[in-house]
């Protein structure tokens, strides 16, 4: 009943920018968390950021100060705004959300810093 399109994943130097998008569709939803999980080859998948509706926000002692998570106009979609970028960010990152459906996920994307 959910779905979750996620965008804004590639390429970039260690050091630059780049920012994912989650748009979420489906019946009325309402909608309590967004955030995003990340999973590097053979690591289990960590919290990076999440916000719930009223605004309020969490990251990872490892993200925080670089990354900023926050919701777009379109109530339905958030943005993972990434600065200062480290080859240990490389990963693919996983947006969620949690509505009255329960817990659904985006089909990842991946992420790689290297130069």
């Known amino acids: 009943q959910v779905q979750l399109v996620e965008s804004g994943g590639g390429l970039v130097q260690p050091g630059g920018s780049l920012r994912l998008s989650c748009a979420a569709s489906?019946?009325?939803?309402?909608?309590?968390?967004m955030g995003w999980y990340r999973q590097a080859p053979g690591n289990q998948r960590e919290l990076v950021a999440a916000?719930?509706?009223?605004?309020?926000?969490t990251y990872a002692e490892f993200v925080k100060g670089r990354f900023t998570i926050f919701r777009a106009s379109t109530a339905n979609t958030a943005h993972l705004q990434m600065n200062s970028l480290k080859p240990e960010d490389t990963a693919v990152y996983y947006c969620y959300i949690d509505t009255q459906w329960g817990r659904s996920w985006g089909q990842g994307t991946q992420v790689t810093v290297s130069s």
């Open positions: 489906g019946s009325t939803l309402n909608i309590d968390t």
């Open positions: 916000m719930v509706t009223a605004g309020i926000t």
